[in-house]
């Protein structure tokens, strides 16, 4: 049975850690970010996590109700993180692409943290005020509610899901990220164009565009069609 948290108000501790610090959510949440970063995804355990804080490892069961939801935190945080970075401007599509771009860079900065986290869904309050943002735009833009969700849907998956995919080239070896970058030119522009004459004929743009994220390119996508179907839909407004 999982334990119960109590609030952090509650439970913090009086004296500080062999460190010197007194611990908290955000202390334990910031040190996981960097045990993950130095031991990747398979290195953060309470045990070392409890050694980086200078604290016995069962403490952070005060905080947390286990691991899990320590790592529902770590999400919270990197959402929390795009949300800090944003700002609205009015302007539907140029809004809901700054704040997918945020989202984007906030996971990429943690790649071994967006891997772990990048598919959960932490129900804690600022990721709740960002998709409470992302619903307003699209009501407010004029969207009808089951378009307004659908939308959503797309949205948020497709920040998420390409920021697991990016994440997973930024934790390769580098040695390994530059082998897989270098394979358009060792290996992709060399094949005979007798064989493969789309990819000899596109070597040199595919060689330049691949190392880069896809990202920007699939989210403008996403929002040139909504805006044509907003713009097409019967006396909707299209506040670009």
Not at 31 to 58: F, I, K, M, N, Q
Not at 118 to 129: H, K
Not at 179 to 206: F, G, K, Q
Request: proline share 5%; glycine share 8%.
């Amino acid at each position: 049975m999982a334990k119960q948290v109590v609030p952090e108000s509650a439970r913090r501790r009086r004296r500080p850690t062999r460190q010197g610090t007194v611990l908290s959510e955000k202390l334990i949440v910031e040190t996981a970010l960097r045990v993950l970063r130095e031991h990747g995804t398979a290195g953060l355990t309470a045990r070392r996590l409890g050694r980086a804080l200078g604290a016995d490892p069962s403490t952070l069961y005060r905080y947390f109700s286990g691991m899990d939801d320590l790592i529902r935190a770590i999400g919270e945080e990197l959402m929390g993180r795009a949300w800090d970075n944003w700002s609205a401007t009015g302007r539907w599509q140029a809004d809901l692409r700054s704040l997918g771009l945020a989202i984007h860079a906030s996971y990429l900065a943690h790649p071994q943290a967006a891997a772990l986290t990048a598919s959960r869904v932490t129900g804690r309050p600022r990721e709740i005020a960002v998709d409470e943002t992302i619903l307003g735009i699209l009501r407010t833009a004029g969207f009808s509610d089951a378009a307004a969700v659908r939308l959503y849907h797309a949205f948020i998956d497709l920040s998420l899901a390409f920021a697991a995919l990016d994440a997973g080239a930024l934790v390769l070896t580098e040695e390994a990220r530059t082998r897989d970058e270098e394979m358009w030119t060792s290996t992709y522009a060399r094949l005979p164009a007798e064989s493969y004459p789309n990819i000899a004929a596109t070597a040199p743009l595919l060689a330049a565009r691949m190392p880069h994220s896809a990202y920007p390119v699939v989210l403008d996508t996403l929002l040139e069609n909504a805006a044509a179907q907003l713009a097409a839909a019967p006396g909707a407004g299209c506040g670009r």
